[in-house]
């Protein structure tokens, strides 16, 4: 099954922007194409085809707004425009052009990854196909393969296996896994033990361990490194 991840296309020439925002998008698991400026950009638009486009306005060369109209619009890919220039006049020019949002720099990465996924949702571009590894989750269809192997999971199995594939590579506490998987707090969070384990057993049948105990903390799904230490964390 091919992975679904989303395809971001960055256009930045601030090598040290471009190089914090794609090592946060990444390690969410989207696949981000970083270009320093405009050139060539139909081409690389045509052979990578981006889900989403994040441009800065002021670049050497032609500028993001006309990037935006010239490249990004007419193959309906959606924008997200980066600047340092923050007056309503710039705001109104840049979705003038065709943008979906607006940062103002210096922004945080958090804040960026949350208005990509906003515009993402809103566009109907978020996938329901996750490729974490050898992993593979399909929410729409609820199923999930390990190394190509499907993986008999009961409801509340795929949910948690879910949620912690959403949230890859971030600790989710218990007490945020009650709330999202069985939509409540006020419960024993041995609960939420007790599914993890199963869980991990079954994940574990076919590959090395991907749920991880953060001591104190909660649990986090992360794709085991190509050289495996001995794990020093515990089953709970």
Known sequence: MPTAAVRVLLVEDDPLIAESVTEALTGTGMVVRARPDGRDLDEVVEHFRPDIAVLDVMLPGEDGTSL???????????VVFVTARDDIDDRLSGFAAGADDYVVKPFAVEELLVRLRAVLRRSGRTPQVVEVGDLVVDES???????????????TEFRLLAQLVRHRGRTLSKLQLLTQVWGY?????????????????????HGPRLVHTVRGLGYVLRVPTASPTAPTDGDG
Do not use: F, I, M, W
């Open 68 to 78: 935006a109209r010239r490249v990004c619009v007419p193959r309906d890919v959606p």
């Open 185 to 205: 707090e006020h419960y024993d969070q041995n609960l939420v033990e007790v599914h993890v384990s199963a869980l991990r057993r079954k994940l574990e049948e």
């Open 141 to 155: 269809a609820a199923v999930a393969l390990r190394a190509g192997v499907a993986l008999d999971l009961t409801a």
